[in-house]
C-alpha cells in the first residue's frame, strides 16, 4: 500500500496535518475552490521566493495564510510592504480579512517541493537531467536527510519513447507510518514536451504523542531522538 500511496496523504492524522484547516457546511466545494485558487495565485505571485507550502485556517471572518518559503525576505519587502500588497491582493480575491504568516524552511536542500522545483528549473534551463538530480540527492544528503529518492518520467531527452529513471540515495520506508517522508511532484516544461518529477525525502521518524502539524519535519527533521539512536547502535553491531 505505501508504495502506490501519496505519502503525506497516508500520514494525515498520523504524525501530520492537514493544510486546510476549516469547516465547511453547504458551501464546502466553494471554500475548497477557494483554497485552490490562493494557492496557484500565492506560488504564480511569489514565484522567486520559493515557496513550498501554503497553510489555510479559516474562521467566520478571517482567513490566516501560512507561507512556507526558503527566501522570507523577498515577501516581506523593505519595511514589510510587500507582504502588506499581497494582503490587500488576497482581500479581493477572497472578499474577507487575511492575516499572513511567514514560516522560513531553514534547509531547502530536503524539502520535497523545492528539490523538485529546483531540478525542473535546471531543466528547463538545458542542464542535463542526470547532473541535476544527482547535484539534488548529494546536496539533501549533506544535509543529513536519511534518505532520497527522485522519478522523472516523459520524453528523457528528446526520446521518441517516454520512460522513466529513477535514482535514489539512503532509505525511503514508505510502508512505515512514524516515518516523517516529505514528497512533491512538480512538472517541467520542454520543447519536447513535460517531464514529471517525482521527490520523496526521508528527515526521520516520529515517536511518541505530538501536536499534528502540515509542518511536521521542517525545522528539526523530525529525528527519532533515543529510540532511534539504539537502533542505529544495533545496526552498527
Known sequence: MGQKTNPIGNRLGIIRGWESNW???NDYGDKLAEDDKIRKYIHARLAKASVSRVIIERTLKLITITITTARPGIIIGKGGQEVDKLKEELKKITNKEVQINIHEIKRPEVDAYLVAASVARQIESRISYRRAIKMAIAAAMRM???GIKIQISGRLNGAEMARSESYKD???PLSTFRADI???LVEAHTTYGRLGIKV?????EVYGKRE????????TGSKGGKQDGKRQQRRRK
Do not use: C, Q, T
Request: neutral net charge.
Open 23 to 25: 469547516y465547511g457546511g
Open 144 to 146: 543529513n536527510a536519511e
Open 170 to 172: 539512503g532509505r525511503i
Open 182 to 184: 516529505d514528497y512533491a
Open 200 to 204: 520523496w525525502i526521508m528527515k526521520g
Open 212 to 219: 499534528l502539524s502540515p509542518l511536521v519535519g521542517l525545522s
